[in-house]
Nanobody, 116 residues
Framework: QVQLVESGGGLVQPGGSLRLSCAASGFTFSTYGMRWYRQAPGKERELVASITSAGRVTNYVDSVKGRFTISRDNAKTTVYLQMNSLKPEDTAVYYC?????????WGQGTQVTVSS
C-alpha cells in the first residue's frame, strides 16, 4: 500500500521557518522523482519544488528561489522542504508528490499558515 505522509506544517510568523517532511512507503522511493506542490484557497495547485530520484537536480518556482530548499534521504525514504523567510503569500496546503515513469502518488497535504 502506497503512503505519502506529510508533516511539519503549522502557524508561523512572517520571516520564520518551517521544515516539511514527507515519509514514503509502499513503492521504490529511490526510483521516483519527488515534488512539493501547494494550493492556496481559491487558487490552482502550484508546483513549488522538485528533485530527481538521486537528488542531483532540483528546481524551484521563482517565488521561492533562495528561500526554500528541497532535499531527500533515500535511506529514510523521506523528502523534505526547508522553508525560510516565510511570507504570508506562502500560506497554503502543501502536498508531496511522487513522480514515477508510469504512475504518481499524492500525499494528503499539510497546512502552512504564515501570519502575525
Amino acid at each position: 500500500q502506497v503512503q505519502l505522509v506529510e508533516s511539519g506544517g503549522g502557524l508561523v510568523q512572517p520571516g520564520g521557518s518551517l521544515r516539511l517532511s514527507c515519509a514514503a512507503s509502499g513503492f521504490t522511493f529511490s526510483t521516483y522523482g519527488m515534488r512539493w506542490y501547494r494550493q492556496a484557497p481559491g487558487k490552482e495547485r502550484e508546483l513549488v519544488a522538485s528533485i530527481t530520484s538521486a537528488g542531483r537536480v532540483t528546481n524551484y518556482v521563482d517565488s521561492v528561489k533562495g528561500r526554500f530548499t528541497i532535499s531527500r534521504d533515500n535511506a529514510k525514504t523521506t523528502v523534505y522542504l526547508q522553508m525560510n523567510s516565510l511570507k504570508p503569500e506562502d500560506t497554503a496546503v502543501y502536498y508531496c508528490y511522487a513522480q514515477g515513469a508510469v504512475s504518481g502518488y499524492w500525499g494528503q497535504g499539510t497546512q502552512v499558515t504564515v501570519s502575525s
